[in-house]
């Protein structure tokens, strides 16, 4: 699976919780440009694990602090 | 000795006035003035200036019964516990000085860890100075680089830190939820170690977990089982085991961890278990090296008290029926509780925001009842809790008296 597959996957996931309906580039950020707060983290990343049956753990999330960072971090773990 | 030595580091200014390392509790300050300034009094500032029993303590100068302590079986007056301590403290002194791997295992160590492997049926117990160490020690020392923590999102504070303290990967999973739960069990790496850490009793709404199906999951996928039972131990379960024991599961859990804090009615925290490798804990452990042991008055009144919580029958049904009237009655008043059954001793009343929260708990306090004000982010769902913790030595009349407290304060309030 590509980036190019992964990608709308996520950009669909992500509306719901997309409650300002902010403009979701590669550089929108969760915790600036969405507001996520951590019962929000926890349910998006539930859905984003659920949709690929991969485990994203807390020191992964760490590292993930935008939109593109997500989409690069999926499409290498269902290459895995 | 050269200036350089003497002298202290001058980091540069940062940018922005009066900005330091401080600057980031900025809106935690404001929050807080803000709440003051509505002229309630500070929840987290109270002092109990004399304390007459379990139950009752002097606020204010105010005669206030006492219902959010924890003092679960409200063993903190008992003759036996008091009696066991005094003579410890003239017999051993009042402190240790040292370290459990040092000089600090006296006797009364040995022997509150024996009545713990008694009360429990394990083979091993190990003291720790505190319940947050206990945690963060066991967690953080047996979960490494490489393996994988699945955790309840709604676990205390103390095993959260012991997962960042460690080098696991750490895979939390929504409140209560078999499924998610057996979810990110299912696609941890083969080969790796895992590490199913719960709780009996959840403390801010005092719900209990499906430890039978979670347990059985857990093992089925080849995890190892930590249960926090701090908040059910002398209550919960035929002889007080906690969650694990009224689920059936005592013999498939690895390791309890638990508290004298609460039900045993000190300060000490614990982990037993059956593992037969279980005793290098004691070396591997830092938090449990490298810290004092409890002094031998706190270990004594410990040992006393978990002995009298094997035999506390009566005293656990009483609480029992504490928790439902309290339970019942404030449903009947039109409080909404965090749950709609009462599942241990833990009441918890949701308040609407934290304003009429916190207006509540003082008038409350004015009509002479303690509970917990409970707020985000220690709560789940960013509610403001008033939250009631029963004790065995609270007298049907005055679980009454509570009921006609939180009406009078209730209306005042505009709650109900």
């Not at chain 2, 379990?54 to 516990?81: H, K, Q, S």
């Not at chain 2, 919960?236 to 009224?246: K, L, M, Q, S, Y």
């Not at chain 2, 004092?292 to 919580?309: E, F």
């Not at chain 2, 509570?402 to 505009?414: D, S, T, Y």
Request: aromatic share 6%; hydrophobic share 40%.
């Amino acid at each position: 699976m590509d980036r190019a597959t992964v990608e709308p996957r996520i950009r669909s996931i992500i509306e719901p919780f997309n409650k300002k309906e902010v403009a979701i580039a590669d550089a929108t950020t969760f915790a600036g440009d969405l507001e996520f707060d951590s019962l929000t983290v926890m349910d998006f990343v539930a859905a984003i694990e659920d949709e690929f049956d991969i485990i994203i753990s807390m020191n992964q999330q760490a590292e993930i602090e935008s939109y593109g960072q997500l989409v690069d971090a999926v499409t290498k773990m269902v290459a895995e | 000795m050269s200036d350089g030595v003497m002298q202290a580091d001058q980091p540069q200014e940062l940018e922005g006035e009066g900005k330091d390392l401080f600057s980031k509790f900025d809106d935690t300050i404001a929050m807080r003035e803000n709440l003051l300034a509505s002229g309630v009094e500070d929840p987290f500032s109270l002092v109990m200036e004399k304390v007459l029993s379990p139950t009752r303590a002097i606020c204010n100068g105010r005669e206030t019964i006492l219902l959010g302590t924890y003092n679960y079986m409200g063993m903190t007056f008992d003759p036996d516990v008091i009696e066991a301590g005094t003579q410890a403290l003239r017999d051993f002194g009042s402190g240790t000085t040292g370290s459990r791997v040092l000089n600090g295992t006296y006797q009364g160590h040995k022997e509150c860890e024996d009545a713990l492997r008694e009360f429990y049926g394990m083979d091993h117990a190990m003291v720790f100075s505190t319940g947050y160490q206990a945690n963060l020690g066991i967690i953080s020392t047996i979960a490494g680089k490489g393996d994988y923590v699945v955790l309840d999102i709604d676990s205390h504070a103390s095993i959260w830190d012991g997962c960042a303290m460690g080098n696991a990967e750490i895979v939390p999973f929504k409140h209560n939820d078999i499924t998610a739960m057996e979810k990110r069990l299912k696609r941890i790496p083969e080969g790796a170690g895992k590490l199913v850490v719960l709780e009996g009793v959840y403390s801010m709404l005092g719900d209990v977990a499906p430890l039978k199906e979670m347990v059985k999951i857990a093992k089925d996928n080849g995890a190892m089982v930590l249960v926090d039972e701090a908040h059910s131990m002398g209550f919960i379960g035929e002889h007080g085991r906690g969650v694990v024991e009224d689920a059936g599961v005592m013999d498939d859990v690895d390791l309890i961890i638990g508290t004298f804090s609460k039900s045993v009615g000190t300060v000490g925290g614990f982990c037993v278990s059956n593992h037969p490798k279980f005793e290098i804990m004691r070396l591997m452990c830092r938090p449990y090296v490298f810290t004092a042991s409890l002094p031998p008055s706190v270990v004594a009144t410990a040992a006393t008290s978990i002995r009298k919580l094997m035999d506390a029958k009566d005293k656990r049904a009483h609480l029992w029926q504490n928790s439902r009237r309290l339970h019942g009655g404030l449903t009947d008043l039109g409080f909404t509780l965090g749950t709609e059954e009462p599942q241990s001793a833990i009441v918890a009343v949701i308040m609407p925001d934290l304003e009429q929260g916190a207006a509540m708990w003082s008038a409350l306090l004015s009509e002479g009842l303690y509970v917990n004000l409970a707020r985000p982010p220690a709560t789940p769902a960013n509610m403001t809790l008033l939250r009631c913790s029963l004790c065995a030595e609270h007298s049907e009349e005055e679980v009454e008296t509570i009921l006609g407290m939180f009406e009078r304060a209730g209306k005042a309030v505009g709650i109900i």
